[in-house]
């Protein structure tokens, strides 16, 4: 990239950065040091607010960046990811949203050790959202790297690994001191600037082809070197049993998952009811359909005007398709509308990476707190010593996060969170269920339900491709992959359902229907809710 892209972009960088700190620094002055402030905005929100925040915190760098490569780089199996994550909104809206904000105060955890034993249940549902929480972030932590290479002209590693450094010292910094409320603007403002972004793409996509969507489709086959089967389901998942699995297991992940990510779990605490917890995801949906539609476009359109080779050559994962997009979009890389054009995108691109984080992490922080800290060492512990855990819990899940970050820098992002959404899916969302709509769950189902979906959703991505066994692994040269699926969630997902049934059915503790009834109650009509 030229000069000017970068001067421009880094300009831009700057000002976003500058003002979310400026709006950390204000709320941090303003704050008084609850739990209840720290983790859930003091509960304030508007549902109209909320809906932004959640539509801020969901379409993250793999919506934006990795899904528009995926379509790009493979046509029609790309779309799996944009439908499965509309899709999966429908079970949030239906199955979650309003009995987990009746049922809990800040976690997941809340929700299950209302009629259970706290403490194993607090450790097991921490220790699941701490583990999703990290593959998450590592799917952003990627895309900022990509981002940055591609701007700074590919070739600097030094600068991708300094990028993903500075990210994670940004996202510790607007956690430990903003906290949810902080977040919740920042995931705001970033959502506004997305979706401002997106539709200004899309428009110049369409007025490249006249409006003519069929052409677009044509021209992206035409470029992409498979014709037709580009347009038709197969390129990435057809080509024998094992991928046509892999597609079952990734879209089971994709509209199971996000019922059980904590991070967005922990949005329905900053409502003051129920009612507004579910008005709050009737306004995501309406946000998050419009994009996930817009990446469409964006996909064909890369692949139609940029071509899937120059895609892949600035990076193999396709996660650099929608900057170089926009650069031509603008009139190439020596023209003033392409500098400018770029610099916004990638600096919007940036505002994503920097606010999802920052959610990620307040959300994993809560679990270490909330969850493992408040059960395992003070069970009793004050509102302001758990707060001071939190802050601190921040810090080391983003060292965590930036390790991580720089060994997998070279995957796809869209495809990292596939992987989150798998563990999400096998732990969370069983548990989840189990406890809100079966009479005789016990603590042992609860349990055995978070680590039989855990451990071998983490064995299996350990023991698959992703990890060793091909070129395009994290280990490259060497080979212990013994599970030939890439994503384990057609095999971790029924699992974690599997093991909460033989855990409630051979536990010997009789469940308690009083406290069931209570928490139906609460579910149902709010009735005690905090």
């Known amino acids: 990239m030229t000069g000017d892209h970068q001067t421009l972009a880094l300009l831009l960088f700057s000002v976003f950065v500058a003002v979310t700190l400026g709006i950390t620094t204000w709320v941090s002055r303003h704050r008084h040091g609850?739990?209840?402030?720290?983790?859930?905005?003091?509960?304030?929100?508007?549902?109209?607010?909320?809906?932004?925040?959640?539509?801020?915190?969901?379409?993250?760098?793999?919506?934006?960046?990795?899904?528009?490569?995926?379509?790009?780089l493979y046509g029609y199996d790309g779309l799996l990811y944009s439908v499965g994550f509309l899709v999966a909104w429908l079970v949030v809206l239906f199955l979650v949203a309003e009995l987990v904000r009746n049922c809990g105060r800040f976690t997941l955890a809340d929700v299950v050790a209302a009629r259970m034993s706290e403490r194993p249940v607090r450790i097991a549902a921490g220790t699941s959202s701490v583990t999703v929480s990290v593959l998450y972030l590592?799917?952003?932590?990627?895309?900022?790297?990509?981002?940055?290479a591609l701007l700074l002209g590919g070739?600097?590693?030094?600068?991708?690994?300094?990028?993903?450094?500075?990210?994670?010292a940004l996202m510790v910094i607007y956690v430990s001191f903003g906290g949810m409320r902080a977040t919740t603007w920042i995931q705001i403002v970033k959502a506004v600037l997305l979706l401002a972004g997106t539709v200004t793409l899309t428009m110049l996509v369409l007025v490249r082809f006249h409006g003519?969507?069929?052409?677009?489709?044509?021209?992206?086959?035409?470029?992409?070197?498979?014709?037709?089967?580009?347009?038709?389901?197969?390129?990435?998942?057809?080509?024998?049993?094992?991928?046509?699995?892999?597609?079952?297991?990734?879209?089971?992940?994709?509209?199971?998952?996000?019922?059980?990510?904590?991070?967005?779990?922990?949005?329905?605490?900053?409502?003051?009811?129920?009612?507004?917890?579910?008005?709050?995801?009737?306004?995501?949906?309406?946000?998050?359909?419009?994009?996930?539609?817009m990446t469409i476009v964006l996909g064909f359109g890369a692949a139609a005007i940029v071509g899937p080779e120059a895609v892949r050559g600035s990076n193999a994962a396709g996660n650099t398709a929608v900057p170089l997009l926009a650069l031509d979009l603008g009139g190439g890389a020596d023209s003033t509308g392409g500098t400018v054009l770029f610099a916004i995108v990638a600096a919007v691109a940036f505002a994503t990476i920097l606010a999802v984080v920052a959610g990620i992490t307040l959300a994993s922080s809560a679990s270490v707190a909330h969850d493992l800290y408040a059960s395992l060492r003070r069970p009793h512990a004050k509102p302001r010593s758990e707060v001071a855990v939190a802050r601190a819990a921040a810090v080391g899940i983003g060292v965590v996060a930036i390790a991580l970050g720089l060994l997998a820098r070279d995957l796809n992002v869209a495809f990292l969170v596939g992987l989150a959404f798998a563990v999400a899916a096998s732990a969370n969302l069983p548990v989840l269920l189990y406890s809100l709509f079966w009479r005789g769950f016990t603590t042992r189902g609860a349990v055995w339900a978070v680590y039989g979906g855990l451990i071998p959703a983490v064995v299996l991505v350990v023991l698959s491709p992703v990890v060793s066994g091909s070129p395009e692994s994290l280990f490259p040269g060497v080979d212990f992959q013994f599970f030939p699926l890439q994503n384990p969630g057609l095999v971790s997902i029924p699992l974690g359902f599997v093991a909460g049934w033989l855990g409630t059915v051979t536990s010997a503790e009789l469940p308690d229907e009083a406290k069931h009834a209570e928490t139906e109650v609460r579910s149902l009509t709010g009735a005690g809710a905090v």
């Open 212 to 293: 003519d969507f069929d052409q677009l489709l044509r021209t992206a086959a035409e470029r992409s070197g498979h014709g037709e089967s580009f347009l038709a389901p197969g390129l990435r998942y057809g080509g024998d049993w094992t991928a046509r699995f892999d597609f079952i297991s990734l879209g089971l992940a994709l509209v199971l998952g996000t019922a059980g990510l904590p991070h967005i779990l922990s949005r329905f605490y900053t409502v003051p009811t129920a009612r507004a917890a579910r008005r709050s995801v009737v306004w995501s949906i309406g946000l998050i359909g419009g994009f996930y539609l």
């Open 155 to 168: 070739t600097s590693g030094a600068a991708r690994t300094w990028t993903v450094i500075g990210v994670g």
């Open 34 to 72: 609850s739990a209840e402030e720290f983790y859930a905005g003091g509960r304030l929100f508007s549902p109209m607010e909320n809906g932004f925040a959640i539509a801020g915190d969901y379409m993250s760098a793999a919506s934006f960046l990795g899904i528009s490569g995926l379509i790009a």
């Open 138 to 148: 590592v799917a952003q932590m990627v895309g900022a790297g990509s981002l940055v």
